[in-house]
T-cell receptor
Framework: KAGVTQTPRYLIKTRGQQVTLSCSPI?????VSWYQQTPGQGLQFLFE???????NKGNFPGRFSGRQFSNSRSEMNVSTLELGDSALYLC????????????FGPGTRLTVT | DQQVKQNSPSLSVQEGRISILNCDYT??????FLWYKKYPAEGPTFLIS?????DKNEDGRFTVFLNKSAKHLSLHIVPSQPGDSAVYFC???????????FGTGTRLQVFP
């Protein structure tokens, strides 16, 4: 069974631009969660989608948004990029809910200059 | 407000000895706790978990202890191996939010 895939793996953007990251979950998994990892902050929860609906949301500004498609693939969008948005963005999928059943992708490393 | 804290950013242990990674939390509603391991250039992988109704859970060389009164959990690795060198994250969730909250991570280095 193929694991969680994320594209692109690396990205460099300029302040003010917008970016879209993509996540393909494990086949059959319906829940997709997004996290931001920065040094000193650990993994911070962005949002979770289940069956195309946002089910949970973290404490991030509205510049961070996401969506999920009918095939469970998910995209995350960040508008008006700031230097502080530079981070590793991780996507995780699970059958139904978070927790031990969660499988992570390798992440997308975003650098904002 | 960091609800899950790992106060030691790094830990260095000799191969064969015990590694003890600590995690504190502030939210008394958390009822399920997990440890993840992360190698460079890879996503975190689930290691071991514990429910709040237990105080200990073992899986091979890995044991997690939970002290609810102190809001503290720890991960013991015995014996430590060089392949255990990674960043370890503890995480917690509560039944009413179903949202996983991660700590800041502890980088473990096991040297020969």
């Amino acid at each position: 069974k193929a694991g969680v895939t994320q594209t692109p793996r690396y990205l460099i953007k300029t302040r003010g631009q917008q970016v879209t990251l993509s996540c393909s979950p494990i086949s059959g998994h319906r829940s997709v969660s997004w996290y931001q990892q920065t040094p000193g902050q650990g993994l911070q929860f962005l949002f979770e989608y289940f069956s195309e609906t946002q089910r949970n949301k973290g404490n991030f500004p509205g510049r961070f948004s996401g969506r999920q498609f009918s095939n469970s693939r998910s995209e995350m969008n960040v508008s008006t990029l700031e230097l502080g948005d530079s981070a590793l963005y991780l996507c995780a999928s699970s059958l139904v809910r978070q927790g031990s059943e969660q499988y992570f992708g390798p992440g997308t490393r975003l650098t904002v200059t | 407000d960091q609800q899950v804290k790992q106060n030691s950013p790094s830990l260095s242990v000799q191969e064969g000895r015990i590694s003890i990674l600590n995690c504190d939390y502030t939210n008394s509603m958390f009822d399920y706790f997990l440890w993840y391991k992360k190698y460079p250039a890879e996503g975190p992988t689930f290691l071991i978990s514990i429910s709040s109704i237990k105080d200990k859970n073992e899986d091979g060389r890995f044991t997690v202890f939970l002290n609810k009164s102190a809001k503290h959990l720890s991960l013991h690795i015995v014996p430590s191996q060089p392949g255990d060198s990674a960043v370890y994250f503890c995480a917690a969730e509560s039944y009413n939010t179903d949202k996983l909250i991660f700590g800041t991570g502890t980088r473990l280095q096991v040297f020969p």
